[in-house]
C-alpha cells in the first residue's frame, strides 16, 4: 500500500531537523530536509552569479537547478550539478542571504512542485515496502502537504530557540553568544514570516511545545502522534 507522509514544521532551534531524523530512521522511512533545497538554490544562484535580488532571474536559475536529495535518514545529503554541498549550504554567509531566495515567490512555487514529487514518489516506493517519508521545514503541513497523514508543528520559546542556537553556533549558551546569534535567528524569522506561517498551528496540526524536552522526548510525541494515526 501507499506508505507514510509525515509533515513537521517550526522556526530554527526547536530540534526541527534532529527530530525528523531520528523518527525516520526509527521508522525506517525517508527524511527530506526542505530547508536544505533552499539552501541548496541559494548556493545554486551563487553559483550561477545571478543577483540574489533579480526575482525574475533567480526563479529562472533555479527552474534549471540540476538537484538531487539523498534521503537517507542515516546519511541525507544534497547533491547539486555533480557536487557535494551539503556542508556548503550551512555556511554563515550564504544563512544570512537565503530568505532572499525564500521570499522569491516563483522560486517558491517551483520548489513545492519538486517537494511535492519527491513526497509523491517516497510515499509510493518508501525505503522499504509501504515505508514513507518525514518532511520537515516551515510550510509542509500548511502548503507543501496539507493533506499529510501525520502533521505537527514544533515550537519553543524566543529565549529556548536562542539558547539552542548559540549552543550549536558557539559550543556555549551565554550572555555573549545568545546576542551575537540573536540578530540572526530573529532576522531571519522575521523575514521568513512574511511568506509562511510556521510560528502558529494551522487547523489540525498538533503542536509540540519543546521548550522543557529533550530531543528524545520529542521524538518519542511524534512517534506517539504517528502511532495514534495508525
Ligand atoms: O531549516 P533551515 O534553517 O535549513 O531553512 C533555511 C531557510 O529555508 C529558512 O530560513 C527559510 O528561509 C527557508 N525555508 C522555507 N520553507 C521551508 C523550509 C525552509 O522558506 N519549507
Redo the contacts with the bound molecule.
Keep these: 500500500g501507499r506508505g507514510i507522509v509525515v509533515a513537521v514544521?517550526g522556526p530554527?532551534g526547536t530540534g526541527?531537523?534532529t527530530v525528523s531524523r531520528q523518527v525516520a530512521s526509527r521508522l525506517q522511512l525517508s527524511y527530506l530536509?526542505?530547508?536544505?533545497?533552499?539552501?541548496a538554490a541559494t548556493w545554486w544562484s551563487l553559483h550561477e552569479g545571478v543577483e540574489l535580488d533579480d526575482q525574475a532571474a533567480v526563479a529562472a536559475v533555479v527552474r534549471a537547478m540540476p538537484l538531487e536529495m539523498i534521503t537517507d535518514p542515516h546519511d541525507p545529503h544534497v547533491v547539486c550539478a555533480g557536487t557535494d554541498i551539503t556542508e556548503d549550504?550551512?555556511a554563515k554567509e550564504l544563512?544570512e542571504v537565503?530568505?532572499k531566495?525564500?521570499?522569491n515567490l516563483e522560486v517558491?512555487a517551483e520548489?513545492k512542485r519538486l517537494?511535492r514529487e519527491i513526497l509523491a514518489q517516497e510515499a509510493r516506493d518508501g525505503r522499504s515496502a509501504g515505508a514513507g517519508v518525514v518532511a520537515?521545514?516551515?510550510?509542509?503541513t500548511t502548503?507543501?502537504a496539507p493533506d499529510a497523514d501525520v502533521r505537527i508543528l514544533l515550537t519553543a520559546s524566543e529565549s529556548t530557540r536562542l539558547a539552542r542556537r548559540a549552543k550549536e553556533r558557539h559550543g556555549v549558551a551565554d550572555l555573549a553568544t545568545i546576542e551575537a546569534t540573536r540578530d540572526e535567528v530573529l532576522r531571519?524569522?522575521a523575514?521568513?514570516s512574511t511568506?509562511?506561517n510556521?510560528m502558529t498551528a494551522a487547523d489540525g496540526v498538533l503542536t509540540i511545545d519543546t521548550s522543557e524536552l529533550d530531543i528524545s522526548q520529542v521524538v518519542e510525541g511524534v512517534l506517539g502522534a504517528i502511532a495514534d494515526h495508525t
Design positions: 514544521d530554527s526541527k531537523s530536509d526542505t530547508g536544505a533545497m533552499y539552501r549550504i550551512r544563512t537565503v530568505s531566495i525564500a521570499t517558491r520548489l517537494q520537515e521545514g516551515r510550510d509542509i502548503v507543501v531571519r524569522d523575514d521568513d511568506v509562511s510556521f
